[in-house]
């Protein structure tokens, strides 16, 4: 089945590191997301990450895919107050081929609340 | 470039009556997506479009949702008769295309916030 689980609420102090963890249960998913929705605001791609890979940095950012264990993370370091939003994982379940839709499986939202 | 662009922003409706919300998406994205996000919960697609054709509508409530993309650009979501369980956050995405592209990147616009009372 197509199933993605997040905890809910994660509270950082401003410059501390934040970590959001996801697991997910298709284990053909194809790729991995980190959508980050502000209050009032549609959805804003952060990364993406390949299944074959086991991790991808993208300056303040450092995607980690434990495949074995279908365990997604995103690290935020130095988190800033503008950090604060709902931050959600997604898969896009089966492998890459032609009757794979590219729809997207999301979580339901780890909110990041960063203190001053 | 510009995003994908939806109208309204909000809507308030009383059950029964129904609504349609409009989708511009990115100039030359194939694949077009409409998401409901009921509060406190991640979107769950509803239907998506390549160009004109529908590709899974297996999650919209046919008894009273409908969608279309007729010249396979901009696209019409309807409620007919709506429910209060339909009150949420209508979004809509798009993609260069499923196959071309090197993973499905959606882009998503602001959403219309629904309020059925």
């Known amino acids: 089945g197509e199933d993605v689980e997040q905890s809910l609420f994660l509270s950082v102090r401003e410059g501390d590191s934040s970590v959001i963890n996801c697991t997910y249960t298709d284990s053909s998913s194809t790729y991995l997301y980190w959508y980050k929705q502000e209050p009032g605001a549609g959805l804003q791609l952060l990364t993406y990450i390949f299944s074959n890979m086991d991790m991808k940095q993208d300056q303040r950012l450092t995607v980690l895919l434990n495949k074995k264990d279908k365990h997604l993370s995103l690290r935020i370091a130095d988190t800033q107050t503008g950090d604060s939003a709902i931050y959600f994982c997604?898969?896009?379940?089966?492998?890459?081929?032609?009757?794979?839709?590219?729809?997207?499986?999301f979580g339901q939202g780890t909110t990041l609340q960063v203190k001053p | 470039e510009a995003g994908v662009a939806q109208s309204p922003r909000y809507k308030i409706i009383e059950k029964r009556q129904s609504v349609a919300f409009w989708c511009n998406p990115i100039?030359?994205?194939?694949?077009l997506y409409w998401y409901q996000q009921i509060l406190g919960q991640g979107p769950k697609l509803l239907i998506q479009f390549q160009n004109n054709g529908v590709v899974d509508d297996s999650q919209l409530p046919k008894d009273r949702f409908s969608a279309e993309r007729l010249k396979g650009v901009d696209s019409t979501l309807k409620i007919q008769p709506a429910k209060l369980e339909d009150s949420a956050v209508y979004l809509c995405?798009?993609?260069?295309?499923?196959?071309?592209?090197?993973?499905?990147?959606?882009?998503f616009g602001p959403g219309t916030r629904l309020t059925v009372t």
């Open positions: 997604a898969e896009t379940p089966g492998p890459r081929r032609s009757g794979n839709t590219g729809k997207l499986i």
């Open positions: 995405a798009s993609s260069l295309d499923k196959l071309a592209g090197v993973s499905y990147e959606q882009y």
């Open positions: 100039s030359g994205h194939a694949t």
